[in-house]
């Protein structure tokens, strides 16, 4: 089984980081307010990126860090941006 971890902006403008074995399904349950609290409270979200794994112990490594991404990276990220991304990864000593 195929795992995705994705990325919504919600309506406020903030990004939330997830994963599902079913993103139809989960996209449906964060707009129509059976989501997790954070989403529940800034409908509409509108999914602007998603990868598939193929375990969900990796969906969850990876989601755990996306979430832990400024929102920059993050934008860099959803644009495809790789150039930024490589930027925004190196060490900042």
Not at 45 to 58: I, K
Not at 73 to 80: H, M, R, T, W
Request: proline content about 2%; hydrophobic content about 35%; charged content about 30%.
């Amino acid at each position: 089984m195929a795992y995705r971890v994705y990325i919504v902006r919600c309506a406020d403008g903030s990004y939330y980081v997830g994963h599902t074995d079913d993103l139809e399904c989960r996209m449906l349950r964060h707009n129509d307010g059976r989501g997790p609290a954070y989403t529940r409270a800034r409908r509409p979200v509108t999914l602007v990126y998603s990868e598939t794994l193929a375990s969900e112990a990796l969906a969850v490594a990876r989601e755990q860090q996306l979430k832990h991404w400024s929102g920059t990276k993050k934008k860099a990220l959803i644009a495809g941006n790789k150039t930024l991304l490589r930027r925004l990864s190196r060490s900042r000593d």
